[in-house]
């Protein structure tokens, strides 16, 4: 017998069939948005020492108390906002997970969620299985800024949550304080929630500030902030990330966290805790680490015919193939991996309707230098 399929429409993540034919063409892996350089010593340290010291059994529900402590502690320095660590922070496994509680927390069915496109592939599947309905609302196609006046414009008495993120993937655009203040405009008495995905919020360039939606009050307290420690320590196999919410958003959206996981991988978050402790440091110097990749990387895409457009914030670049090849998006990424030897992602996936004749691709720069050198070298004989 086959089930009739709650996820009709949801196949192999495009991740996982760019990676899987990147190993099978034994091709340079730029798709995948993973680091390939090693995880602080610190923390592979603290890790160990956990486990050793046997911290190898349940944590608590909403998450190791001195994490949630260090958490809150990290958001008053960083940002200068006063969190509740034991009512309004949540570790969970991943950022993934996190979104999955938020949505499940306070979205039933029949109900709609905005969403942003392109948008990350985690938010629809997760709306759907709540029995509701993604609206998607384009961003500019060349910006990828948003209009609130479309965002207005598909808000109706079934909406219940709207879903953010910023820095953007797979664009790296970046929403402004401005952007923030329109939307707590356009969201003004309704009760709509709002889900900011931030998790890559310490990689940003060029001086600019994250605007995230704790410092912003009208929108925190409607608001599920979700970060993650993958993306901000180089290990995204650990999957530990946390949402920041009011208590009693939080209340429900650990309703949903403990009979999803229950709890979070325990020794990492002796580590996490240890790690914000002792190198309190480490975010701030992420931006100037990756802007060195960012701006290396492109120097070299310029010797080759892809043109990479701006990136803001986040560890990806998109670059325009339309001087290359005239294939559509899925074609091109395929035909890059098999034949010279270079896995990208195409941007059509995070898209309900991709816009037409757009030729971009999404390259992950989050790699060793000798592994970007590698993959721009083939790049050049395009």
């Excluded at 496994?93 to 592939?121: C, K, M, Q, W």
């Excluded at 938010?123 to 196609?141: K, Q, T």
């Excluded at 009011?246 to 709890?263: D, G, I, M, W």
Aim: aromatic share 8%; glycine share 6%; net charge negative.
């Amino acid at each position: 017998m086959v089930p009739d399929s709650k996820l009709p429409k949801v196949g192999t993540t495009i991740f996982t069939v760019m990676s899987q034919l990147a190993a099978r063409h034994g091709a340079v892996n730029l798709g995948q948005g993973f680091p390939d350089f090693s995880v602080p010593q610190r923390l592979v340290e603290a890790l160990d020492r956990a486990m050793r010291a046997g911290h190898n059994q349940y944590a608590p529900m909403a998450g190791l108390p001195a994490l949630c402590a260090a958490i809150a502690a990290k958001v008053q320095r960083v940002y200068g906002v006063e969190v509740d660590a034991q009512a309004e922070v949540t570790v969970t496994s991943g950022a993934t997970e996190a979104i999955f509680n938020a949505v499940h927390a306070v979205v039933r069915a029949g109900e709609e969620v905005v969403v942003l496109d392109p948008a990350y592939d985690c938010y629809e599947p997760a709306i759907e299985l709540a029995g509701a309905r993604a609206v998607h609302v384009p961003l500019d196609p060349v910006t990828f800024a948003p209009d609130w006046n479309l965002v207005r414009a598909a808000i109706n008495p079934r909406t219940r949550m709207l879903i953010i993120n910023s820095p953007h993937n797979p664009s790296g655009a970046m929403l402004t304080a401005d952007d923030l203040d329109e939307l707590a405009a356009l969201l003004e008495g309704t009760g709509i929630w709002l889900l900011s995905d931030e998790v890559y919020e310490h990689i940003v360039f060029d001086g600019a500030r994250h605007e995230t939606v704790l410092r912003h009050p009208a929108l925190r307290e409607r608001a599920f902030v979700v970060s993650s420690f993958g993306k901000t320590y180089h290990c995204t196999g650990w999957k530990v990330g946390y949402c920041i919410a009011p208590p009693a958003l939080s209340e429900e959206l650990r309703k949903v966290h403990q009979y999803n996981v229950f709890c979070t991988f325990g020794p990492a978050q002796h580590a996490f805790a240890e790690m914000l402790e002792a190198e309190p440091e480490h975010d701030e110097q992420l931006g100037p680490f990756y802007q060195a990749k960012r701006d290396r990387f492109h120097e070299q895409l310029l010797e080759t015919r892809l043109k990479p457009l701006p990136v803001p914030g986040g560890y990806f670049q998109l670059v325009d193939y339309s001087a290359v090849s005239d294939l559509d998006d899925m074609a091109f990424c395929r035909w890059l991996t098999e034949e010279h030897g270079v896995a990208a992602i195409p941007l059509s996936p995070f898209y309900e309707s991709p816009p037409a004749g757009q030729r971009l691709a999404r390259l992950c720069f989050a790699k060793n230098e000798a592994t970007l050198d590698a993959a721009i070298e083939r790049l050049k004989k395009l």
